[in-house]
Structure formats: structure tokens, C-alpha cells
């Protein structure tokens, strides 16, 4: 099912795009913490990304990715008007979300292109009625992605770079140490979205505070469906698998060491992958 | 009759021409090429011709065996078609993946003594040289029904109500229809365009196929329900995969045969970098399980270029549950079995990349239910075999996403969907087959699933008997 680009915008240029996608039968039924499973030609990866956005009205979902390999690269290629070849979902069981009455509070952390994935959860949270404070961190103020729009509906939206060209100078885990130290136990939960260190640190930040902590894996995946197994991560001692059990796990049982090791299961055929594209694109998409 | 009693065991079985091994490790292409014509009618003759044919009483779906290997004697073979087709709707893939051993040719009298008569080669040939099916008339009733899944058991489902003229939508997950056949079944076993032909066949019937949608997820038995279907059938086949549960399992190299026949078959990862989807190249590769799919899996590592491919079993050979065909090919290209070996745990360097797995020796105990005997450790006889790509083939469980979505839906105590004799479910008009509900079977099993759940959807729909 082919699906059209129906708005492209370069958040970092020749890095991270969002991508506004014609999908009304995702839309109708995804929920923050789904993702999709994308395959952009005929000779494509499958690759899983989750859904920053949704907008049922329209029947739109939003996707942002960070150019990494072959697969991220194509779609990067991809222009508004073209469509991506397979695009199907929405998949993940959905973010467990809670109401908590004042004075409680929730903070969604973002790192990297996980800040998009985390304002569909901040938005989740919002709606529910939940007061959110956003953390969201990048090296410097060019590459701070989603502050305008969290800052459309989350209560408090918080800012780090590790430069100090905007907000705090610093990490983000700064800010979140900072709240649940100011705070006195009003944190109800951290949601932490982005590269394993980040969520892996903000997680062991929290577990000292005694606050529930949810963190979207971006594990490998070959279909997304249950079946294969290549997502599997080892959480409070058990196998689960991020594609059904997952995305989202108790960040203080999830085993990060073993879920980094797991994600470089490909490091060598990655970068031949990139090589050979390099070499061969202009060729594929005459193909 | 006693001449031909004679002629049919004197006859020798006929051997599948095949590929040389040394020559088809090194491509994809179909192994057992199939039997010429005077091959088949050869091999025809051998049939007894049995008043009460137990072959019948092996096959699931009751396929009239006698009467087919007849007309391929007469040298009928689209009557011979015919004949199956009134049984089974895929043919061309049961004469190559049934485990005819353990069902038609397994009851066959000649097999007492001597060889049985190669019955599904014989389907395959049938299968293979009938003409195209004159396809009758189709009336279309108005009624409609979605198949979820696009596997054996779904695609014998929506074949059979499209034939009766019911408007059939397929809904199948991946990006490419066909299921097991498609994603888990490798190429050189059952080449991809035998599995094309029949979806071609379906759509040529006015089957819409749609792919990329997943059951449970893009669409619910309640949405199709509430959309006007008339009735659902749920097909979506296995899950998740069992792993060992020993320590390591988690290294990089431990793959499961899922995954690694997944990437290779759907991914087309042996064509990487022309495709994107990568594969790990094992030079020393190891197996653990003796089915079907473990087979499928070391003979994909030797075609991948590995150096060795080693199965390793708790049991001997003789408990193998894989068919006898796929065991001698497997061990014709180059394939070693390690039996009597149990994995401890799997052994990895400082980047946890996989090097190696610590087994324990076995033997044979006491026969379990099963009626195998029991494999016990023997105790201070531990190895380890050097291996840098590990693929577990031990079967899988159901999977969760459809079930989880479905509410009203109920489930065996193993946590597969429960039918009754018709294939009904617990909720009206649903109905269920395959591995969903047998838990993992045959190609042939799902398929009579299919077929059950259609005759009991058009007896609902006065559409049959």
C-alpha cells in the first residue's frame, strides 16, 4: 500500500526530516507509543519508527528520522508528492497512560530524534489531563528538535544543550535532576525517549527517586509482527519482545547493555550497506 | 490384479532427479526437479489400486490417491487434477512439503514390505503439468468475507468461498502475500513462483489481496465485522519463537529461525547489498532443533557460504521429526548432526560476539508421551563446538497481536484460539485455522482448516449443503 508524502520538512538539514504521511487507517487507530514498520522500495529494509503524531481529522500520521543508514537515507531522498512503497501498522502495544490529579506532575524527556517520539506521549499525557513538564536536550540550539510544537500544549517545556546555545548548558538529565530535587516527590513518572545512554542514564537518575520510568526502545526488527524475535530484550530477567511486549518497559528492568550490544548486530553490513548505496544509488532508482 | 500385484512391486521406486549437492549449495534454485512423464506413469503403475486404499486414511485431507495415480497411468493428467482439487486446493506446494512419510505413503501396503509409491511426488507432477483449471462461471453472491493472514490455511479459505461467488478480501501483514510459503519456507523447497501462481489464481478469481495490513492492528474482526463483512476467518498463523533459555542467548550470532529465514526469504538477504536487508554470514553455524524448519535453516547457512553447519540434537537421527527427504538432503550437501548434544550455554568475547556453545552429551532413556525415548544428560561430559552463528529452530508459540485485540475471542489453555468442529470461534460468524489453532503444524493441516472453515461458512450462507 503505497503512501504518500504529503508534507516534508527539513528539521536539520541532511539529518533529521519530518514527514507527514497520508494514512487514514493508521491514524484512526494510533495511539502515542505505536510505531509503523517502513519499507521504502522494492529492495528495501523493513525498518520500524514511531509515530510522532497522529491527526485522525485529516488522516495523517507524522514520522521523524534520523538519516543513519541506507534505509533512513532513501527516505531522505523522497520528496513531497513521492510515496514510500510500505508503510504499515500502527504497531507496539500503545503508552499506558495514568491520570494523576494535582499537585502531581509528569516529565517526558526527549534526546535526539526520540523528542518526536516522546510529544506523542507528552501529548497522550495532556490530554489525559496530566501536568507535563517536557526535557528535551541536543548538542546546540540547531539541532533542538520539537520545542515549538511541545510547547503548544505541555505545561513547563525545558531546554538543555551541551553548548549552552539555548536553555541550560548541560544534559538533560540535568534539568530532570533539577525538578525531581525541586519538586518533593510531586514527580509521578519520567518517560524518556532516545539514544540508549540517555534513557539508560535518565533511568538510573530516577530509580534513586523511587519514580516509575517508562522508555521506548528503538530495538532491530525484521516484521514488526511477533514473529521473528530480533527484537528481544531482557527486562527484570525475562525475554520480551519489543514488537508486541513493547515499545515501552519499565526503564528500571530494562537490561541497556545488553539492548546497545544488540542494536551493533549489524554494525559491519551497515556500513557496507551505506558504501554500496553510496555507489549504486543513482542506479537503484533508475531500477 | 495379481499381474498388476506383481508389476507394482516389482517396480522399484523412482528416484527424484535433483540437483547435484555440490552444485546446489551454491544457488537457490529448487532442488528435486521432478519426475518426467514416463517417470510419473512409471511410478503410476507401482499403485496396487487397493479396494480400501489406506493411503486415503493418512492424508488430512482425504484426497482420493487411488483414483489420481489411475489417470496419471492413463495419461489423464488434468482429469487427475481434478481429482485432487475436489480435496486439496495447493497441490503443487503439499506434493513438495507434505511429510508424506508420516501420512499417505507412510500407510502405503507397498511400504510394508518394500518402497511405498511416491505419492506426493506424483501430486507434484500432476500439480505441475495440469492444464490451467477452465475456471467456471462465477456468480457473485453479494456476500462478503475477510480473511486475516495470507498463508496456506487463509488462501484455501478464500479460494474455496470465491469459487461460490462470495466477495473475498485477504488481509496479510508483510509486504508480500503468501505467509510461511512466502517468509519461512526457503525457495530451493518451493520456489516462489509455485506460491505467485496460486495467489495469481485467487486474484484471478476477484480476491483482493491487500497488503500491509495487520490483523488486529490496521484492522480488527470488529471493524470488518462492523463494515459489512459477512464473516471472518482468522489465519494468521505462529508466533513468537521459542528460544533455549540458556545463558547467551542474547549474544550477537544467536539468531532465531524465524529471523533468519525471514530475512533471507522475504528480505531476499542473500542478494544483500542489492538488497538492503543483511544477514549474518556464519562461517561455523550450528542448528539447534530437528524439524523441518531446522533443515530449512542449515541449508540456508551452507547457500550463505558457511564453511560448517552443524545440527545439534538432544535425540538421534531416528527421532527426527523433520521429513526423511529434507534430513538426506541436508546431510547430502554437507550437513552434520551433532546428536545426542544439549546446549548449556552459548559463549561469547568481549564485543559479545557469539564464539562458541558449551553442549552437554546425552542419551536415550525411557520412551515420554511422545512415544520418543527421553534424552538425559550424562553427567562431566560437556564440549564446547566452536560456532560464530547460532540459529534456534525449536518452534514457536501463538502470537499475541491479534489475540490481544480481539476481545470475546477464546482461547485454548495454551493460549491458541479455540474451535469448534466447523472452525467457529467463540464469536459468531469468526472463524479460525492453522497454526492460530493447532499451534505449529503442516502446510496440509492448515490447509484442510481452511477449507472446514469455508464449507461452514457457505452452509451458513446457503451457499452449499
Known sequence: MPTKILHKE??????????????????????????????????????????????????TITIVYLVLGRSTQMLEELEEGQEILDVCGPLGRATCIETFAAPKKVICVGGGTGVAAMHHIAKGHHEAGNYVIACIGARNKDLLLFEKELSLFCDEVLVSTDD???????????????????????????????????????????????VPTTVSLNSLMVDGLGMCGACRVTVGGQMKFTCVDGPEFDGHQVDFAELRSRLGSFRTQEAQAREHHRCNCFERKEA | ??????????????????????????????????????????????????????????????????????EV?????????????????????????????????????????????????????????????????????????????????????????????????????????????????????????????????????????????????????????????????????????HFLGVPGENCIGVFSANEYLTRVNLGRAH??????????????????????????????????????VHIVYRRTRAEMPARGEEIEHALEEGVKLLELSAPVRFLYDEENHLTGVELQR????????????????????????????????????????????????????KGYIAVDENGETSIPNVYAGGDIVTGAATVILAMGAGRRAAQSIARKMGLEQ
Not at chain 2, 176 to 188: C, D, H, K, N, R
Open chain 2, 73 to 241: 497411468v492413463k495419461g489423464d493428467i488434468d482429469e487427475a487434477s481434478r481429482i485432487i482439487h475436489a480435496s486439496s486446493s495447493l497441490p503443487a506446494v503439499c506434493g513438495r512439503v507434505c511429510p508424506q512419510e508420516k501420512q499417505c505413503e507412510g500407510r502405503c501396503i507397498l511400504g510394508k514390505k518394500g518402497q511405498p509409491v511416491a505419492i506426493g511426488r506424483l501430486e507434484r507432477y500432476v500439480a505441475d503439468h495440469a492444464s490451467a483449471e477452465k475456471m467456471p462461471e462465477i456468480k457473485k453472491t453479494g456476500r462478503r468475507v475477510a480473511c486475516i493472514g495470507s498463508g496456506p490455511s487463509s488462501v484455501t479459505c478464500a479460494g474455496y468461498l470465491a469459487r461460490l461467488g462470495v466477495d473475498v478480501t485477504m488481509f496479510e501483514g508483510l509486504h508480500e502475500a503468501g505467509g510461511v510459503l512466502i517468509y519461512g519456507i526457503p525457495a530451493f523447497r518451493l520456489p516462489k513462483d509455485v506460491v505467485a501462481h496460486e495467489l495469481d489464481g485467487l486474484r484471478s478469481m476477484g480476491v483482493d489481496i491487500r497488503l500491509n495490513h495487520v490483523g488486529g492492528r490496521t484492522v480488527t474482526v470488529d471493524s470488518l465485522l462492523k463494515e459489512g463483512y459477512d464473516a471472518v476467518f482468522i489465519g494468521v498463523g505462529a508466533g513468537l519463537p
Open chain 2, 362 to 413: 546425552m542419551e536415550l532413556g525411557e520412551p515420554d508421551a511422545s512415544g520418543r525415548r527421553r534424552p538425559r544428560p550424562v553427567e562431566g561430559q560437556n564440549f564446547v563446538q566452536e560456532t560464530d552463528l547460532a540459529i534456534v529452530a525449536l518452534g514457536t508459540r501463538s502470537n499475541p497481536l491479534m489475540l490481544d485485540c480481539t476481545p470475546g475471542l477464546k482461547l485454548t489453555e
Open chain 1, 10 to 59: 527539513k528539521l536539520i538539514p541532511g539529518r533529521t526530516s519530518k514527514l507527514v504521511l497520508d494514512a487514514p487507517q493508521i491514524a484512526a487507530t494510533a495511539r502515542p507509543g505505536h510505531f509503523v514498520i517502513l519499507r521504502v522500495d522494492e529492495r528495501g529494509e523493513r525498518f520500524p519508527l514511531t509515530i510522532a503524531d497522529t491527526d485522525k481529522e485529516h488522516g
Open chain 1, 164 to 210: 549552552g546555545s539555548a536553555g541550560r548548558q548541560g544534559i538533560v538529565t540535568d534539568l530532570v535532576r533539577d525538578r525531581l530535587d525541586s519538586e518533593g516527590g510531586n514527580i509521578a513518572e519520567v518517560v524518556a525517549v532516545g539514544p540508549v545512554p540517555m534513557m539508560q542514564a535518565v533511568a538510573d537518575l530516577t530509580r534513586g527517586y523511587n
Open chain 2, 271 to 308: 542478494s544483500f547489498p542489492d538488497y538492503d536487508t543483511p544477514v549474518a554470514p556464519g562461517r561455523h553455524v550450528t542448528v539447534f532443533g530437528a524439524g523441518n524448519v531446522a533443515m530449512d535453516a542449515a541449508r540456508t547457512a551452507l547457500r550463505l557460504g558457511a564453511e560448517s
Open chain 2, 1 to 70: 490384479m495379481s499381474q498388476e500385484v506383481t508389476r507394482g512391486a516389482k517396480i522399484p521406486r523412482h528416484d527424484m532427479p535433483c540437483q547435484a549437492p555440490e552444485e546446489r549449495i551454491r544457488n537457490f534454485n529448487e532442488v528435486a526437479l521432478g519426475y518426467t512423464a514416463e517417470m510419473a506413469r512409471e511410478e503410476a503403475t507401482r499403485c496396487l489400486q487397493c479396494k480400501k486404499p489406506l493411503c486415503r486414511t493418512g492424508c488430512p485431507v482425504d484426497i482420493a490417491i487411488p483414483d489420481f495415480i489411475a
